[in-house]
């Protein structure tokens, strides 16, 4: 079982629908969650972080999380062409070290 | 604020070489990370540094090696190249300590090509 994992996609939605993104994590200890969304050929930029269960809203983005579940996603509301990207989770628990999954793919059609 | 920079943009070597890849991290922060991107295999954690001590490694040969200096710049070594050491590589700084809620933020990366 991988430790941190994503629906590889690609996950296609139209212009101004709500994209919907998940990640599953293996290591219950598991503390900090991230998302970054990765341009082709661009590195890693943060989208949102969250730490505690609930909901975490910041604009158009909302970040899910679920430790009961091992669960954590990612809402993108009112979704642009501009969103297309890779998105991935990120997991750390100790030791500073980010553990990623392999990412989600998103299209966004105009 | 300047983000992380890292040079080279990109570098090819040749098998059995060595190659040095550099970062300066966010003014003010102290930790510095490395982490492998190759095709297909995603982003991979290789190293960290904090206050120029190795804290935590990952699951990479000795050839991999680094420091970080009394400035708080990195740099990473890759000895005796393997073809499959192609891969972007990408640092990242935090203000420090590796807090779990520490964010950590990327540079550009440097891409690296073995033939």
């Known amino acids: 079982q991988k430790e941190v994992e994503q629906n590889s996609g690609p996950l296609s939605v139209p212009e101004g629908a709500i994209a919907s993104l998940n990640c599953t994590y293996s290591?219950?200890?598991?503390?900090?969650f991230f998302w970054y969304r990765q341009y082709s050929g661009k590195s890693p930029e943060l989208i949102m972080s969250i730490y505690s269960n609930g909901d975490k809203e910041d604009g158009r983005f909302t970040a899910q999380l679920n430790k009961a579940s091992q669960y954590v996603s990612l809402l993108i509301r009112d979704s642009q062409p501009s969103d297309s990207a890779t998105y991935l989770c990120?997991?750390?628990?100790?030791?500073?070290?980010?553990?990623f999954g392999q990412g989600t793919e998103l299209s966004v059609k105009p | 604020e300047a983000g992380v920079t890292q040079s080279p943009t990109h570098l090819i070597k040749t098998r059995g070489q060595q190659a040095t890849l550099r970062c300066s991290p966010i003014?003010?922060?102290?930790?510095v990370y490395w982490y492998q991107q190759a095709l297909g295999l995603g982003l991979q954690f290789l190293l960290w540094y904090d206050e120029g001590e190795e804290r935590n490694r990952g699951n990479f040969p000795p050839r991999f090696s680094g420091r970080q200096f009394p400035n708080y710049s990195s740099e990473l070594n890759v000895n005796a190249l393997e073809l499959e050491d192609s891969a972007l590589y990408l640092c990242?700084?935090?203000?420090?300590?590796?807090?779990?809620?520490?964010?950590?933020?990327f540079g550009p990366g440097t891409r690296l090509l073995v033939l």
């Open positions: 990242a700084s935090s203000s420090g300590s590796g807090r779990f809620q520490e964010t950590q933020y």
């Open positions: 003014s003010g922060h102290t930790s």
């Open positions: 990120a997991v750390t628990n100790q030791g500073g070290k980010l553990i």
């Open positions: 290591d219950r200890v598991s503390q900090s």
